[in-house]
């Protein structure tokens, strides 16, 4: 009896020791890949679509996948084998997503009386974790850079008369070189002057190149100044290159990725179902860890991109890897075999024959579509605004506190409020948070805002999966309506990243999150408005009732007229 009940025990811990581990790696990947394609150049259409594909084709794919290791009876081998793919996967973009034309571009302007002096210097980026292959781009034999300068003369009208020299200068040699324009005869004539680099060149905040004497400096002597800006230029054909090959690769192997917790689900389901939500809480627990402790380590360890310091997301591939690689060994002990001779597809019924159960799995897919948007492209904004992986971290932990917190105390809300008000704050509270992210600017105001979107997308998706739960119809399989659930949520999320990420490209993080409030807007009038119509036709038919049980408890004769008044209004 002890035995058992230690062995029980064991088993619970091995899944959540599994739920804590997949989605410490997994989570945190997801949550700083789209910043990591933004470096190199993705544009954020193309981040939604790579990040929507996913759980679109997911809800689609995984399910005919874990079918296949059904027929084969054999989901034990399925998950080892999705696991190998999905670590190999990982490597490949680690190593290969990278682009090899990016570069940077220095405009070093310099005012001396009325000429104005333009320097452009450029040079490839090169995406690589080495320090040795990062200090090698910056040393004297540093190749693929080059120099071009051109001058303006300001008449005494205001207008400007660019002079384009015929000598390009090719090559740095680790010297600065200054350009001294003199007016002789009207000729341009150029001076070379040769500026010898510091050798320790200072780290100025985030500022930081070498290859000029101070980056991004200004200096004013009398009417004599300079500025000096930076720019990255990507190559279109290769970033368009790249975007095809990721969306391939989603394609194909990401379906994997789903199908190792799907596995792991099942089996939770079918031998510790009554500590099933308890197991996954381990799960947020996991990448609510996770995501500050890799983002500190990406804060930490920055790397300089173009002229300004950039933490380093390409860390993230990394702990991906790692924690795969621990789950896999943690995973293959787990008991996933399911018995086939209980396995029974049974018709669900009443999905659409209940009004108000589809209205619920609306706003259930509906919050899927909000958390798209979010779950997607929120760092990329707190990176828009100023902000670091530390402040998305800080972010994410927060929103981690939140869900444990409602894990226990939302239950009771529940039962103290009803579903339908909780629901309804739930709306109306996503509206308040895409409208002040609206309003937002620097990257710390974020942190408060997951805070309420994480307490407010809890009271959406909790409540709406209780509800959904308690309402399955009598003879459905629970697994077929799991899944149901879960292609509902693939879609609303699939669709919502796919959505935004077009809207943030054409019309910015303001006008998108501007679109989001109005939308959700029309979705709580919508489901108030259903829910008020509901309530209004449970009063009379209720107040029907009363009175059909009124006229019952009169004469016989009566009763006997209120019968065949019924009978004929059947007919």
Not at 8 to 29: K, S
Not at 359 to 381: D, P, Q, R, S
Not at 465 to 492: E, T
């Amino acid at each position: 009896m002890v035995s058992e009940r230690m062995n029980r025990i064991l088993e619970c811990v091995h899944y959540q020791a599994f739920y804590f581990i997949f989605y410490g790696g997994y989570i945190p990947f997801l949550l700083y890949f789209p910043i990591y394609l933004k470096h190199i150049g993705f544009n954020a259409t193309q981040v939604g679509v790579i990040s929507g594909i996913r759980p679109l084709f997911q809800s689609i794919a995984t399910p005919l996948l874990v079918l296949i290791g059904d027929r084969l009876r054999s989901r034990k081998l399925l998950f080892i084998a999705s696991s190998l793919i999905a670590i190999v996967k990982l490597i490949c973009l680690f190593l290969l997503l990278k682009p090899s034309h990016q570069q940077c571009v220095v405009t070093t302007v310099e005012y001396a009386n009325d000429t104005r002096t333009v320097t452009k210097h450029s040079f490839v980026i090169v995406h690589k974790l080495s320090k040795r292959d990062v200090m090698d781009r910056w040393s004297p034999q540093g190749k693929n850079q080059n120099y071009t300068t051109l001058k303006e003369n300001f008449d005494q009208n205001g207008e400007t008369q660019l002079h384009y020299p015929t000598k390009v200068l090719l090559g740095y040699k680790g010297e600065h070189v200054a350009v001294k324009w003199e007016e002789n005869d009207g000729n341009n004539t150029i001076h070379g002057m040769n500026k010898t680099e510091p050798e320790n060149p200072e780290r100025n905040n985030t500022i930081f190149n070498p290859n000029i004497t101070k980056a991004n400096y200004t200096t004013v002597a009398k009417r004599n100044h300079s500025k000096t800006e930076y720019r990255i230029s990507n190559d279109e054909t290769e970033v368009r290159h790249l975007f095809y090959s990721l969306l391939v690769v989603v394609l194909i192997s990401d379906i994997f990725d789903a199908a190792m917790f799907t596995l792991v689900d099942h089996s939770c389901i079918d031998h510790q179902r009554q500590n099933y939500g308890f197991s996954r809480l381990w799960g947020s627990l996991g990448w609510g860890c996770m995501a500050p402790a890799i983002a500190i380590v990406l804060h930490v360890a920055p790397h300089e991109l173009c002229g300004r310091m950039v933490d380093t997301y390409h860390y993230v591939f990394i702990f991906a890897i790692v924690f795969f690689n621990i789950s896999l060994l943690v995973g293959s002990h787990l008991d996933l075999d399911a018995d086939f001779s209980d396995v029974k597809v049974k018709k669900v019924h009443g999905t659409r024959s209940n009004f108000h159960y589809g209205m619920f799995l609306i706003v259930f897919a509906y919050a899927g579509f909000c958390n798209g948007f979010l779950f997607t492209f929120v760092n990329w904004f707190i990176d828009s605004i100023g902000g670091s992986a530390a402040i998305m971290g800080v972010a994410t932990g927060c929103k981690c506190i939140v869900d444990v917190v409602l894990f226990f105390l939302l239950r009771k809300i529940i039962d103290y409020v009803g579903h339908v008000p909780t629901i309804s704050l739930g709306l109306v509270g996503h509206i308040a948070v895409f409208f002040i992210f609206s309003r937002t600017t620097s990257p710390w105001v974020v942190i408060l805002i997951e805070i309420m979107h994480a307490t407010f997308y809890g009271f959406l998706v909790s409540t709406c999966a209780y509800f959904l739960d308690q309402s399955v119809p009598a003879g459905s399989d629970l697994r077929l309506q799991a899944l149901l659930h879960g292609i509902y949520w693939g879609v609303g999320s699939g669709s919502g990243a796919l959505f935004s990420g077009l809207h943030v490209n054409s019309n910015g993080f303001k006008g998108t999150f501007l679109i989001f409030t109005w939308m959700t807007t029309a979705v709580a009038f919508i489901y108030l408005a259903v829910e008020l119509l509901t309530f209004v036709i449970d009063i009379k038919i209720n107040g029907e009732s009363d009175k059909l049980a009124t006229s019952s408890s009169g004469s016989e004769a009566d009763v006997s007229s209120e019968g065949a008044s019924s009978e004929n209004e059947e007919e």
